[in-house]
């Protein structure tokens, strides 16, 4: 296992090889989380925090969830109630749960760099649930080991990330992850929802869903992001469906065999239709909701191996 990193606050630092350990420790916990005894004691005696400044059903779960099977003590953090509202700053928050000792720190919240911040803040290994329009690296872990686990393979496949890319860490680190491992992509949407500097990121780029999904492996649909609009980026929910939205006909330009992906929560009726959304010859968005959980299992357990080398050698 090749894994060198203190924190997990990206992909971008990511070496392929690391990204490989990751991906094959998770496989081991996809079968540990099939079997009739899921618990392990791989985290005894360590203490994980879940902070969660923004909402979150699957995410905050499997973290929970995966820090439970590895026998983790398992602490959410009830933000809401806590003294953020009270105005306590970040940095504030995260010292003081800093002096209850924790070893892994799970961080949500709505500001790009705000999570790479606390990391430098903590002695503890810290791992981002997602920071803003910035990162959310267990979510491209996951999406690769789905799509490596459907495909047989996670290079020289061809995927198009469709609709809202702009406002999505989800597309960010799933550009960089599948880039690092040598596929071809595609971003489809409308120019509105298309990053600026698209040009830099090195895919290929289509207004039109029948060309950016022609003879495609892998179809990632993203969510409308409404939460991070200001206005005007799309006509109307209907128009976006009509041009966007993917549905079987949109799909039958991509390859016979093409898998279609959505992170969660799904706007049914937008970005997806909602049959085509549970047709399981075609979506794999329950595989990926359990590959969430084994993919967070693989990246705690590599960051404790590596904070207690370092303890041990202090
Ligand atoms: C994503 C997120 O929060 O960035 N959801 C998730 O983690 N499953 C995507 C989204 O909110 O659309």
């Known amino acids: 296992m090749t894994f060198r990193q203190d924190h997990l606050l990206g992909i971008e630092p ?180 298309m990053p600026a500097g698209i040009n830099e990121l090195g895919c290929e780029v289509y207004e039109d869903m029948a060309e950016g999904l022609r003879d495609v492996d892998v179809v990632m649909m993203l969510r409308l992001q409404k939460e991070r609009m200001d206005g005007g980026f799309i006509p109307s929910e209907r128009e976006y469906h009509h041009l966007y939205g993917l549905d079987a006909d949109k799909l039958s330009h991509a390859s016979p065999d093409a898998i279609v992906m959505h992170p969660g929560p799904m706007n049914r009726g937008v970005e997806i239709d909602g049959t085509l959304a549970d047709d399981i010859n075609r979506s794999v968005i329950q595989e990926q909701v359990e590959m969430g959980v084994a993919v967070r299992m693989a990246a705690m357990d590599l960051l404790a191996r590596n904070l207690r080398d370092r303890r041990a050698a202090a």
């Not at 940095?91 to 070893?103: G, H, V």
């Not at 911040?117 to 910035?134: P, S, W």
């Not at 609709?163 to 489809?188: C, F, Q, T």
């Open 14 to 193: 990511l070496a392929p090889d690391e990204i490989t350990s990751i991906l094959d420790l998770a496989d081991d916990y996809v079968a540990l989380s099939r079997s009739p005894d899921k618990h392990v004691e791989t985290l005894r005696g360590l203490t994980q925090i879940n902070m969660f400044f923004e909402n979150s059903t699957r995410t905050q779960a499997s973290f929970e969830l995966a820090g439970k099977r590895l026998g983790a003590d398992v602490m959410n953090m009830g933000l809401a109630a806590s003294s953020i509202k009270k105005g306590e700053t970040l940095i504030d928050t995260a010292m003081t749960l800093n002096a209850m000792q924790p070893d892994l720190l799970v961080v949500r919240h709505p500001h790009s760099g705000a999570v790479d911040l606390l990391a430098q803040k903590v002695n503890c290994a810290v791992l981002n649930a997602g920071d803003g329009r910035h990162e959310h690296p267990t979510q491209a872990l996951l999406d690769a080991l789905t799509i490596r686990r459907k495909k047989g393979r996670l290079h020289r496949l061809s995927i198009a990330i469709c609709g809202d890319i702009a406002h999505s860490r989800v597309a960010r680190s799933n550009l960089i992850l599948l880039g690092k491992m040598e596929n071809r992509l595609r971003l489809v949407g409308p120019p509105t929802l």
